[in-house]
T-cell receptor
Framework: GDSVTQMEGPVTLSEEAFLTINCTYTATGYPSLFWYVQYPGEGLQLLLKATKADDKGSNKGFEATYRKETTSFHLEKGSVQVSDSAVYFCALNYGGSQGNLIFGKGTKLSVKP | EAGVAQSPRYKIIEKRQSVAFWCNPISGHATLYWYQQILGQGPKLLIQFQNNGVVDDSQLPKDRFSAERLKGVDSTLKIQPAKLEDSAVYLC?????????FGSGTRLTVV
């Protein structure tokens, strides 16, 4: 079945460091890919998405490119801030922004000042 | 606009007891989802409603879990009887058809 695999956490970085969180997927078709963020005590929020191969999603300085050849959707940010500390989830679904989301296990990011 | 409301925020029960969670989606959102998020794992879909009809409940443990969405608005998720492995955060999400908005969740601890 379809699945999402994320790098194990937690990830601890200093402020202004470069961030990469790896995400790979297994899918029977051509899914849409998402990154969600969960701040402490809050619900999941959509960070960015890509709906087809080679699409790049971006938001708040975060970027991820849909790589069909490597079945990957790695999250990157050039300079992290303390406020970026959260849990990040990679997810996929079929049908764009509707239908069941299949999530990875999440990666906790802590950014130190 | 108001977000997805869930209650209670926290619940502690003993195994074999019953518990119910409530979700009030964003007004006008036809689709409603319940996800289970066990500690250290990503959320997993339990059930999806379209208005007041069930679209997908293939991963709902129907021997103990039940859910309903009366009049296509609010929804309740019930567990009876609860097991230790049901300890998790239960997330509700709603959608107008495209996109999702998640609630803050109900954290259930079964002791």
């Amino acid at each position: 079945g379809d699945s999402v695999t994320q790098m194990e956490g937690p990830v601890t970085l200093s402020e202004e460091a470069f961030l990469t969180i790896n995400c790979t997927y297994t899918a029977t078709g051509y899914p849409s890919l998402f990154w969600y963020v969960q701040y402490p005590g809050e619900g999941l929020q959509l960070l960015l998405k890509a709906t087809k191969a080679d699409d790049k999603g971006s938001n708040k300085g975060f970027e991820a490119t849909y790589r069909k050849e490597t079945t990957s959707f790695h999250l990157e940010k050039g300079s992290v801030q303390v406020s970026d500390s959260a849990v990040y989830f990679c997810a996929l679904n079929y049908g764009g922004s509707q239908g069941n989301l299949i999530f990875g296990k999440g990666t906790k990011l802590s950014v130190k000042p | 606009e108001a977000g997805v409301a869930q209650s209670p925020r926290y619940k502690i029960i003993e195994k074999r007891q019953s518990v119910a969670f409530w979700c009030n989606p964003i007004s006008g959102h036809a689709t409603l989802y319940w996800y289970q998020q066990i500690l250290g794992q990503g959320p997993k879909l339990l059930i999806q409603f379209q208005n007041n009809g069930v679209v997908d409940d293939s991963q709902l443990p129907k021997d103990r879990f039940s859910a309903e969405r009366l009049k296509g608005v609010d929804s309740t998720l019930k567990i009876q009887p609860a097991k230790l492995e049901d300890s998790a955060v239960y997330l509700c999400a709603s959608s107008p058809g495209v996109g999702y908005t998640f609630g803050s969740g109900t954290r259930l601890t079964v002791v």
